[in-house]
């Protein structure tokens, strides 16, 4: 099979009978009629999962991937790319923010450039100043404390190589960020520039950036650990020098020491950071543990469309 369309699918019944009619006009007009459109339903709420048992029924190119629950939006991405056939992968977001006939365009830059990847980045962060600036700011202080250079602002819309969705697949820890994962897996990656259409208000609100934020820094850097360990040497040498400074005004100088607010502060300071750093090293003890359960990344309730798992 020539080509794969990988979309998940969550509150997703408006978009659907559009997002389908589009991406196959795209598929159809790249390779003919040699191609699949998987989507996977995460759990969705509302009824997108009977919608897309009908096109499996009326559409021999879909495939229905039904999860047991809600697993979230990256692992529901890797189900799809597990249940691909295609020498090349289409993956996009099924709320038609992204046009799925980027398809056509992202294929032309790919065979160009003779890439693996070809991937969508906007021009510009959508929202307002403060989520342009605060994304900024994530991106600058994630790609120096971690080892991968993460693009800007980039989209779910990528278009792939067989060999690296093998390659991606490789990956199997529980914690997971699909787009350090797009990054680390190498291969020649190249961007095309896109503009994402704003058709509903982001489900990500800040407590959910700052838990994806945390959750990205500690899946891909062991650098906050070795601060840790560079601030409390600084904090010891620090506390020395001050020490070696009270002793030589007492002795030498026979000036007293600083009272109860030098040692207030100070406990409280200390007392913050040793909380903090306690709490760190939690969030890393608690990735171990859920690394070493070895539970699946989802659970598949159903698969609809394919000859071989025809329901």
């Known amino acids: 099979m020539k080509l794969s369309i990988v979309a998940t699918l969550y509150q997703s019944t408006p978009h659907i009978p559009e997002f389908h009619r589009r991406a196959s006009a795209a598929a159809k007009q790249l390779v003919g009629d040699d191609y699949e459109i998987v989507y996977v339903n995460d759990g969705s709420p509302d009824n997108s999962l009977d919608l897309a048992i009908e096109l ?70 959508k929202g307002n ?11 600058s202080i994630f790609n120096w404390l971690c080892a991968i250079d993460h693009p800007r602002n980039i989209v779910t819309a990528r278009l792939m190589s067989r060999r690296y969705v093998d390659a991606l697949l490789r990956y199997r820890e529980r914690e997971l ?104 090293i939690g969030i890393y003890l608690s990735k171990i543990f859920s690394e070493t359960k070895q539970r699946p990344h989802t659970i598949v309730r159903d698969v609809y469309g394919r000859s071989n798992s025809q329901h």
């Open 56 to 125: 499996a029924r009326s559409d021999s190119h879909v495939v229905v991937v039904d999860l047991s629950r809600n697993f979230g939006h990256h692992k529901a991405m890797m189900a799809g790319l597990e249940h691909t056939l295609g020498e090349r992968v289409f993956l996009i977001d099924s709320d038609l923010e992204e046009e799925p006939e980027w398809l056509l365009e992202f294929s032309a830059k790919m065979l160009a450039e003779s890439a693996d990847v070809v991937y969508g980045r906007q021009q510009e962060r």
């Open 129 to 139: 100043w403060f989520e342009k600036w605060s994304g900024e700011i994530y991106y």
């Open 177 to 280: 960020v699909i787009s350090c994962l797009w990054v680390s897996a190498g291969f020649k990656q190249c961007e095309k520039i896109v503009k994402k259409h704003a058709s509903s208000s982001s489900t990500y609100n800040l407590s959910k950036k700052i838990g994806h934020a945390t959750n990205a820094i500690t899946s891909f850097s062991e650098v906050p650990l070795r601060l840790i360990f560079y601030v409390g040497i600084i904090i010891f040498v620090c506390a020395m020098a001050y020490a070696g400074h009270l002793v030589f005004y007492r002795l030498l100088l026979s000036q007293a020491v600083d009272g109860w607010t030098s040692v207030m502060v100070s406990i409280w300071v200390l007392g913050g950071m040793t909380i903090s750093f306690v709490g760190v």
